[in-house]
């Protein structure tokens, strides 16, 4: 195993690795970070781990005038079902009920009941 750096050929080490290597440079660039730190001056993983941790992060769009991109989305997932609900077809009348079977009620007598007569006794 070599013990240089793949991408810049230098002594590979933790704080190389991901504070002074150009390509990790490259990366933190990328990062949606408020401010930028010179990463030179880490003479070790954990003092400059302290510090980049306490980055604030930025969305990942970016700063803009909008002052919140949740209120965005929710504005507009809002608007669109009200549209949605809009383009729905409107019934005039009013549903129909539902249709619910009566079982007739069997009446019983204390008497038997005759039905030649149909008279009870």
């Given at each position: 195993?070599?013990?240089?750096?793949?991408?810049?050929?230098?002594?590979?080490?933790?704080?190389?690795?991901?504070?002074?290597?150009?390509?990790?440079?490259?990366?933190?660039?990328?990062a949606p970070l408020k401010s930028t730190v010179?990463?030179?001056?880490?003479?070790?993983?954990?003092?400059?781990?302290?510090?980049?941790?306490?980055?604030?992060?930025?969305?990942?769009?970016?700063?803009?005038?909008e002052t919140s991109h949740q209120k965005k989305t929710i504005l507009?997932?809002?608007?669109?079902?009200?549209?949605?609900?809009?383009?729905?077809?409107?019934?005039?009348?009013?549903?129909?009920?539902?249709?619910?079977?009566?079982?007739?009620?069997?009446?019983?007598?204390?008497?038997?009941?005759?039905?030649?007569?149909?008279?009870?006794?």
């Amino acid at each position: 195993v070599s013990p240089l750096c793949k991408r810049c050929i230098a002594v590979a080490s933790i704080t190389h690795l991901l504070f002074h290597c150009p390509y990790a440079k490259k990366v933190r660039e990328l990062a949606p970070l408020k401010s930028t730190v010179r990463t030179t001056e880490f003479t070790s993983f954990r003092s400059g781990w302290e510090v980049i941790r306490k980055l604030p992060s930025l969305p990942p769009m970016g700063l803009s005038a909008e002052t919140s991109h949740q209120k965005k989305t929710i504005l507009k997932a809002i608007s669109e079902a009200r549209d949605w609900m809009l383009t729905q077809p409107h019934s005039s009348s009013p549903p129909p009920k539902p249709l619910i079977r009566i079982e007739p009620i069997p009446r019983r007598s204390g008497s038997l009941y005759r039905s030649s007569r149909t008279l009870p006794g």
